[in-house]
Structures are given as structure tokens and as C-alpha cells.
């Protein structure tokens, strides 16, 4: 069981935006900055976003990210085939004094 | 090019150990916190282990406490995962990932490495 928790599964068409919810608490999402990850299998985990909402360079724009109490969500807009895969929520636990993921969530781009 | 390739990975049996390690290349290494993450079959990402740039401070997973040793050397640009006490839970991908900002903020991460405990 994930300290932070995501839908196992998104979907939605081409062209289309999806949002992707991650679920915390005030020891987690409530007292630290988010990031999310895109992780395709049998590659290493990609940075889409950090400190809740700003993107490292040669992340495009359709990738956004926000945060509100304990809860953070990452959007995609303009969805492709190619961003099927699997999204990761991430964050430091200061009661737990480790970083934790969210139990991840696949997305379907129809 | 920022680089992080890990080695050590490999088949052990249940109660043995492992060293794994992480060659960094292109960037001010003990500039940046580093940490372990990891996969097992099937499953999703699990964060093992951090350590800030000088190596001075040290975190770890519960499910790892104990059993792991997180170090680096800065000399050598290199960071290290001592596991000790594998068990069958501890298979997975093994990445090493270099923190951007913060503690769990990973920019850059290796290929993985694979650890399989046999019991």
C-alpha cells in the first residue's frame, strides 16, 4: 500500500487532456513540493515536473502540474500515443523521513 | 553528457549481499544529493535510499532500514548501495537518480541495474 495514492488507470483519446490525481497527507504532499514522473517500460523514469508545477527543460507544455493541501495532479493535454505510460507521484515524508511514490497510474491514449 | 550507469547488479540467494554502484560523469557530482530507486516485477516505484551531496547525511525506506548502506565517494564521482540480509522482496531494477532540487526531485537517472534474490 502506497503512502500517496493514484487511479491504477486513466484513459482517454487522442487529442484529448487527462488528469492524473495524487492523494497525501500533511506529513507528504501537505509540507514538501511534488514531482511527477513518466516512466515507460524497460526505460528509466523521466522527470515531467517538479517542485509542484514547473518543468526541467525539453518538457513540453502540455504537461502541467498543481498542488492544493495534500493533493497534487498532473495534466496532459493534446495527448499522443506516445505518452502512453506509466505516471508516478513523488515526494518527501517527514514523518517517515524517506521519499515515497505514489502507487503509480497507467494511462491508455485510445 | 550527464551520465549515471550502475553496476553490481546480478542472482543472489536469500541472506547474501550485494554491492551496487553508480558512475556519474557530466555534472558537479558532490553537488547533488543522490538516491536508490526501485522496481520490482510488477510493481511500481519504490524509493530505497538518499544521501545529500557530501555524504553527511543519510535516509532510508523502513523496508530497507537495517539492511542497506547507502555511500559515496566524491573522489571518484561514484555512488554506492551496500545490501546486506537480501530476501526475496528486495528483487527489483536498482536505479541510481541525481536529485535536481530538494530531496526527491531525480532529473537524471541510470539504465538500472537487476538484483535477483533466490530463496
Known amino acids: 500500500q502506497s503512502v500517496l495514492t493514484q487511479p491504477p488507470s486513466v484513459s482517454a483519446a487522442p487529442g484529448q487532456q487527462v488528469t492524473i490525481s495524487c492523494s497525501g497527507s500533511?506529513?507528504?504532499?501537505?509540507?514538501?513540493?511534488v514531482s511527477w514522473y513518466q516512466h515507460l517500460p524497460g526505460t528509466a523514469p523521466k522527470l515531467l515536473i517538479y517542485?509542484?508545477?514547473k518543468r526541467p527543460s525539453g518538457i513540453p507544455d502540455r504537461f502541467s502540474g498543481s498542488k492544493s493541501g495534500t493533493s497534487a495532479t498532473l495534466g496532459i493535454t493534446g495527448l499522443q500515443t506516445g505518452d502512453e505510460a506509466d505516471y508516478y507521484c513523488?515526494?518527501?515524508?517527514?514523518?517517515?523521513?524517506?521519499?515515497?511514490f505514489g502507487g503509480g497510474t497507467k494511462l491508455t491514449v485510445l | 553528457e550527464v551520465q549515471l550507469l550502475e553496476s553490481g547488479g546480478g542472482l543472489v540467494q536469500s541472506g547474501g549481499s550485494l554491492r551496487l554502484s553508480c558512475a556519474a560523469s557530466?555534472?558537479?557530482?558532490?553537488?547533488?544529493?543522490m538516491s536508490w530507486v526501485r522496481q520490482a516485477p510488477g510493481k511500481g516505484l519504490e524509493w530505497v535510499s538518499g544521501?545529500?551531496?557530501?555524504?553527511?547525511?543519510?535516509y532510508y525506506a523502513d523496508s530497507v532500514k537495517g539492511r542497506f548502506t547507502i555511500s559515496r565517494d566524491n573522489s571518484k564521482n561514484t555512488l554506492y548501495l551496500q545490501m546486506n540480509s537480501l530476501r526475496a522482496e528486495d528483487t527489483a531494477v536498482y536505479y541510481c537518480?541525481?536529485?535536481?532540487?530538494?530531496?526527491?526531485?531525480?532529473?537524471?537517472w541510470g539504465q538500472g541495474t537487476m538484483v535477483t534474490v533466490s530463496s
Open positions: 537518480a541525481k536529485t535536481l532540487v530538494g530531496i526527491v526531485s531525480f532529473d537524471i
Open positions: 513523488g515526494t518527501w515524508d517527514s514523518s517517515l523521513s524517506a521519499g515515497v
Open positions: 517542485d509542484n508545477n
Open positions: 500533511t506529513s507528504n504532499i501537505g509540507n514538501d513540493y
Open positions: 557530466g555534472f558537479t557530482f558532490t553537488s547533488y544529493a
Open positions: 544521501i545529500s551531496g557530501s555524504g553527511g547525511s543519510t
